[in-house]
């Protein structure tokens, strides 16, 4: 739930006892409001259980106390590189301001105001997925303002209708890719009914109908998997950066960007998974592979043997249900998941690049708001260089100004 405008106390409540810097009365305000208010309790139970980077930036920075803000940069959870001691940012701060005074900070004013109005233009969702027939042809998808298109054609039939394409299985198989860009996501409907989410930077290639034996599809990118079972049980696989995932009907995540390993995550039922660029014949011997259950991880590294761990399905996901989920991350890889999703180049100073951030961020934020949140709970910038975002640690005087 949200608390409208008309409940500001409540939310400096609930701030001040999440902080632990409510007094005996306030606690008992809150208490009294949360035991007479159900709306207001489960308000609490999801702002103090969430880590949403957004909605806490904005309810943190409606309050007046200084310690209520200075408390909300350390409760995003991340660990710097490098820390400086007091003594030496004062002696060598000092010096600098002397010499440059009003001059930087109206450079550092101007320059962080420029990059933020800049990446608040910045939104998801604006790139054109493309469906490639087998003849070569580019069709793009989603162009019709909720309008369901039609396309048939060098031998595929499908409609393309608000986000999606259901492909419809034909006599003749030909093989048909969609490809989906930085700055978009798409749902695809294979002839077999299966349910194909695909972020950003990714793409799918499918028969236009599955043989009896098997159903093979080929993977670049990440996709969430929703396979549906049939009658003969025909079994399902996934080719993807030289790693086959093989099962019957099931729920699956599978993130295989080039030049990183590539991770295979079991949501529902049981999968398997093995290294190999295709899927063998009948006379073929038939792989070892390494099975999964739900809440498990195959990691596959090139060169190296399959791995498997226990790993937060929610963080997993959270690309899939519209959410940026980042659990103990690298800042590095945050980068990588912002630069797919609005489309933009990041460079990210080598000296903070393993930063880690533990949260939550909506996808539907515009960029500004969400690089202007994570700043805010570290010793972290960023400006607008041209068509690369940059983000870099504080200068001395940046952090003296904003003490």
Known sequence: MELDN????????IVKSLLGTADQSERENLRHLMDKN????RFYEQFSLRKDFIQKYRVYKTTEERTAFENFKHRIHHASIRQWAWWRKISIAASIIVVLGGISFLLIKKQQEYATQKMVAVLPNTSIVYLTTANGTQIPLGQNEGKEHQIDMDGIKANDKKGT??????EEVKLQTVTVPRGAE???TLPDGTEVHLNAESSITFPTRFGKDARKVTLTGEAYFKVRPTNENTPFYVLTNDIIVRQ???EFNINSYPLSATFVTLIKGSIGVTQGKDIPTTQQMSPTYTMLT?????VCEKNCPITIKAVNLETVVGWHEGWFRFDNAPLSWIANDLERQYDINIDVDKKIDNMR????ISKNEDLGHILDAICQSSNITYIADDEILRIKEKSIISQLIHR
């Open 248 to 250: 019957y009907g099931t």
């Open 6 to 13: 008309n409940n500001n106390q409540i939310y400096q409540l």
């Open 294 to 298: 739900p809440g498990y991880q195959a």
């Open 38 to 41: 159900e709306d207001v309790r």
């Open 165 to 170: 394409l259901n492909v419809h299985e034909t």
């Open 186 to 188: 798409y749902n695809v």
């Open 357 to 360: 951030f533990t949260g939550s």
